[in-house]
């Protein structure tokens, strides 16, 4: 997969996910949750919306992202389309609302393939610590014993898809390779059971 593809790719579905799911269902809610879905990812309540790839579920309607805006595609799925900045959160997407989306098909099965390894990898880590897929910076994560765990599809720190611990207070150590404590891309870990090591070492390296 060429970065660029999984980078334009990456960037439409994080504005899919704040202006067409995570805005209306704040809207309706006051929740800017969103939780991983098969092929995806979508709302945690009203409006009932998800990603399957490259197409918006709505219901029993399904829109492709082909040929929208993210205005336009929340037309389709009868919601209106919302940002979160700056009223929720500082951070998330750069993109206005009549941006055309620009997702490629494969790329956007492999970021989503990336989010289910990072789902199943923290439900084992921990069964009972909520997972949540947050629109502002648009990965999955959770918090145990002050230790962030999660899966980003790539950000400015790190452009392709990584997994990440992040301890309120970084101890010291070769282990720690990231400004936020430390990173590995997905590349390098082909399952679940290796997200969880990776996850398990670093709580390891704290508890030392």
Not at 38 to 43: E, L, S
Not at 50 to 57: E, I, M, N, P
Not at 78 to 98: F, H, M, N, S, T
Not at 181 to 198: H, K
């Amino acid at each position: 997969m060429e970065l660029p593809t999984l980078v334009r790719t990456r960037t439409s579905l994080h504005g899919v996910a704040e202006a067409v799911l995570a805005g209306p269902q704040f809207r309706a809610s006051k929740d800017i949750r969103l939780r991983v879905t098969p092929g995806g990812f979508g709302t945690v309540t009203d409006p009932d919306l998800r990603v399957d790839g490259d197409t918006l579920v709505a219901g029993g309607t399904r829109v492709p992202l082909a040929g929208h805006t993210y205005a336009t595609l929340a037309a389709a799925a009868g919601v209106e389309a919302g940002l979160l900045r700056p009223e929720v959160y500082a951070d998330g997407p750069d993109i206005r609302l009549g941006d055309p989306i620009d997702v490629d098909p494969a790329a956007a099965r492999l970021l989503a393939s990336c989010f289910a390894l990072g789902d199943e990898a923290l439900r084992a880590l921990d069964p009972a610590a909520e997972r949540v897929l947050w629109p502002e910076h648009f990965d999955i994560g959770s918090t145990v014993d002050k230790i962030n765990y999660g899966v980003s599809p790539g950000d400015g720190y790190l452009a392709e898809p990584y997994a990440y611990i992040g301890p309120w207070r970084i101890p010291r150590g070769a282990f720690w390779n990231a400004p936020f404590g430390a990173a590995r891309p997905m590349s390098r870990l082909p399952d679940a059971g290796a997200v969880l090591a990776f996850f398990r070492e670093g709580r390891s390296a704290v508890a030392r």
